[in-house]
C-alpha cells in the first residue's frame, strides 16, 4: 500500500510528475473532473485546520468524488477513549483515501501501519506537512521552474515551523540550494535539521534579521509566529516581532524574487505586500489545491 | 463580479424572475439538478445559523454541485487570529461561490471586496439577511401573486429583526404597501427606517399591540425576539411575551391572509396555528431553498 | 410513509431481503452507486457519534446521493430555543430522508410523526439503535448463514447498552436461539426485556462471569461500560472491569465462534484479539455501511 506520509515517500521523478499534473489540472480543471468519481474521502482532523481540510475537500471534489469526515476530535468517538487505531480501521471501511491531520507526531505513520486504504499526512503535530511543501514547491517550480540553484530564505518561527523543516528536507534533495535562515536566537531551526545539512555539506547560513542578507534571493518564505507552542505569554511577547517583513526591507524582494508564506499570516508580511507582484501566497493556496487533486489521484491510481 | 450582499443588488425586474424561476425549480427540481455540475460553494458560517446552512446546502446539491465550509468560528483558522479578507481569498482559489454568515455588519461587503468569485450574504450580524428576505417575497408572490398593493403587519422584535428590516426595506421598492408595526415600546423598528419610509412618503403606522388592528392584512409576519439581543434576563422577561399570537387574535387572520415567520420560533407563534390554512411559514422554509438555487445558479451564469 | 424506528418495522421477509442485498452491495458497489442520485440524506445528530454519521454519510454517497447535516446540537438552532418537531419540519423541506441521532428515548417517533420523509433511527438514547442492529444481524448472516438456532452470549454492559436490547429483541424473532447474558449484578438486563424473553419461552440465563459458560458459542457479543451512564466516578470504576475478555477465557471461542463487538470498545476487548480469525467486528463496520445503503435505498424506494 502506497502512502504519503513524508515527501520522502515520493522519488524525484514521481515528485516532478505530480507538481507537472497539478499544473495541468490548474490549467484546465474540466479535464479531470471525474477521475475519481464514485470514490470517498476521509478528512479526519483531530485538531482544527480549515484551510488544510477545505482543501483536501476542494481537491477531492474537484476530481469528482465525495468527502466525509469531522473537524475537530472535540466531536469524535475518540471522546469516548476509542483509539486512533480503531477509528482508521473503522473508517478504512467507509472510504477509498484517508487524510489525517493530528496533534502528535507519527499519527500518520501509525495509522498508514493499520489502514486498509492510502493515507495523506495533513499534518501531524509540529512534526511534518508534506502536502504544503507540495504546495510550495509546485509555487517554486510554477514561478522559477526549476527547484534547484536556488537562495532561499526562510523567516520567523523556525524552530516549531513544520513547514519550514519539511520544505528544506524536500529542497535538500535537490541541487545547489542555498539556506539562509532569519530568525531570533530562541526561534532558531532544530539541532537535528541543522545536523544534517551539515552532514549532507549544504550551503546554509543563520542570521538574526533581515539587515544580514545582502545577497539576491530567489525565494523569501516567511512564516508566523506561533503563540500557542510557547509556555509562557511573556516568552511569546519577546519575540514574536523579531523577524517583521516592512518597507525598510523592501531591498530583499528583488523584481524575480518570489515572497511566500503558507499562511495564516500575523503581523510578519503586513497586507501592504500583497499588492506586489513578487507576493505569491495566494497562488500557494491555489497550488496546495491542486497538488492535493494530483496526490489525491495518484494514490488512488497506484493502489487500485 | 456580481455579488449578492442586500436585495437592492437585483434589480425588481432579475428579482421577479429569480422568483418565477425558484417556483419553477420546486414544481419540476429534476429539470435544474445538473446546472452547477462540477462547481462548489462554501458556506463559511462565522455564527452557526443551521437552518441558512442546510437550505444553502440542499440548494446547491439540488443543482448537482458541491458544498464544503465550516459552522461556527470555534473550529477556523480565525481562532489562529486569521483575519476574514485573508480567509476569503484563500477560500476563492477551492471554489467557484461563497455563501457568508458573519456576526458584524457590513462582513459581506467586505469580502465581496477581496474575492474572486461570487459572494451572497447569508447574514451579517443585526444587519441584513437578504436570502431571507429573497424567501418571504417568493412565498408572498406564490400565494398572494403580487408584491404591491399590500397591507403587512410586522410583530415581535422590530428592532432588532433583520429579517423585518430587509423585507420591509425589499417591499419598499413596490407600489402601495401599507406597513403596520406591532411592538413593545422597547423594540420598535429603529429610527433609520422609519426615516427612509417617511422620506418616501410610504404609508405606514407603528402600534403597541394587536388590539388597534382593525383593518384585513394580507400578511401578518411574525418574528421571536431574541434574548441574545437584550443587555440583561430582566430587559429580556419584560418584553419577551408582548405581542404574541393566541386565539383571541385569530380574528386578524382572514382567510386570505398569509402568517409568515422566518423560524426559530418563540412563544410568540404557538403551534396550535400549525394547522390553519393561512400558516405558510414551512412554504417559507421551502421557497428559501429553491430561490437560493435560483439565486446560486444566477450568480455563478452571471459571472461565468 | 414508512419510516425504520426499530427493527420491528421491517417484516422478518423484508430484514431478509435487506441483509440479502447488503452482502450484494458489499460483492458489487459498482452496481449500485447511482441508485440514489440527486438525492438527499439529512444527519441530524443531536449527539455526536462520529462512526454511525460517517457510516450513514459513506452508504448515501455510495448510492450516488448527497449528505448535509449537523454532528451535534452545539451548532444547531436549537440552541436557539427551537423544537425537535420544528427542526423536522424545517428538514423535510431540504431533504428526501432524514437519519437521526438524539439523546433522549423516543425522539425518532416523535420525528416521524411529523416528517414529511422517511426517517431513520440513528440511536435514541439508551432505548435503541436498530441499524447497529441491521449491522450485526447481516453480520451474524453473512458468517454463520442463518439467525436462528444460535447460542449468543452477550457481556459488558447489559443494562444500558441498547445495542444489546435491540439485537436480542431482533434474534427473539428468529427460532430456537439461545442467550446467555454474562455481566456484573449492576449491569444485568432490564426487568422489561428479562419478563418479554419469559413470556416468549426463550431460553435464556443470566451469569456473573465467563467461567459459568461451559458450552460452545456461536457468537460472543462483547460491549462496553459507559462510564457515562453512571452517577458517580465509583460507581463506574467498581464495574468497569467485570468483564473482560483475556486470554484466560480463550477457551469460549471455538473456530466457529463469532467475536463481535458494536465498538468503540474499551479494556473490554483486548486488541490481541484483532488477528484472531473469530474477531469480525471490523466486518460489522464493513456490514453497517451496506446494510444502511440497502435501507436508504429500500425506503427511498418504498416512498416514492
Chains 1, 2, 3 share one sequence.
Do not use: C
Not at 483515501?97 to 495523506?120: D, E, F, T
Not at 524575480?256 to 499588492?275: I, K, M, N, Q, V
Amino acid at each position: 500500500m502506497q502512502h504519503f506520509l513524508t515527501t520522502d515517500d515520493l522519488s524525484l521523478a514521481t515528485t516532478k510528475t505530480l507538481i507537472q499534473r497539478a499544473q495541468d489540472m490548474a490549467a484546465t480543471p474540466a479535464n479531470f473532473e471525474t477521475l475519481a468519481r464514485h470514490q470517498q474521502l476521509a478528512t479526519l482532523f483531530f485538531e482544527p485546520s480549515t484551510r488544510t481540510r477545505l482543501s483536501f475537500t476542494s481537491a477531492m471534489h474537484g476530481l469528482g468524488g465525495t468527502v466525509l469526515g469531522f473537524e475537530s476530535s472535540a466531536s469524535t468517538s475518540t471522546t469516548k477513549g476509542e483509539s486512533l487505531i480503531d477509528t482508521i480501521r473503522v473508517v478504512s471501511q467507509y472510504v477509498d483515501i484517508i487524510a489525517l491531520r493530528h496533534p502528535q507526531a507519527g499519527a500518520a505513520a501509525l495509522a498508514a501501519k493499520y489502514a486498509s486504504v492510502p493515507v495523506i499526512n495533513a499534518g501531524d503535530g509540529s512534526h511534518l506537512h508534506p502536502t504544503q511543501t507540495l504546495a510550495d514547491l509546485t509555487t517554486i517550480d510554477q514561478f522559477k521552474h526549476r527547484l534547484n540553484h536556488l537562495t532561499i530564505a526562510f523567516a520567523g518561527d523556525l524552530k516549531y515551523g513544520r513547514t519550514v523543516h519539511s520544505l528544506v528536507q524536500a529542497l535538500m534533495r535537490y541541487g545547489q540550494n542555498r539556506f539562509i535562515f532569519v530568525s531570533h536566537s530562541a526561534l532558531k531551526i532544530p539541532v537535528t535539521l541543522r545536523a544534517q545539512l551539515a552532514a549532507q555539506h549544504i550551503d546554509f547560513e543563520e542570521v538574526a534579521d533581515f539587515s544580514a542578507i545582502n545577497e539576491p534571493l530567489d525565494v523569501l518564505y516567511m512564516t508566523r509566529v506561533q503563540a500557542e507552542r510557547f509556555d509562557t505569554t511573556a516568552d511569546y511577547e519577546a519575540v514574536k516581532n523579531s523577524v517583521q517583513l516592512t518597507p525598510a526591507q523592501s531591498h530583499l524582494l528583488a523584481p524575480t524574487t518570489l515572497l511566500l508564506h503558507p499562511l495564516p499570516r500575523g503581523h510578519e508580511l503586513p497586507t501592504s505586500f500583497d499588492a506586489w507582484p513578487q507576493a505569491h501566497y495566494f497562488d500557494q493556496v491555489k497550488a496546495g489545491r491542486f497538488v492535493r487533486m494530483a496526490l489525491i489521484d495518484y494514490l488512488l491510481t497506484q493502489n487500485h
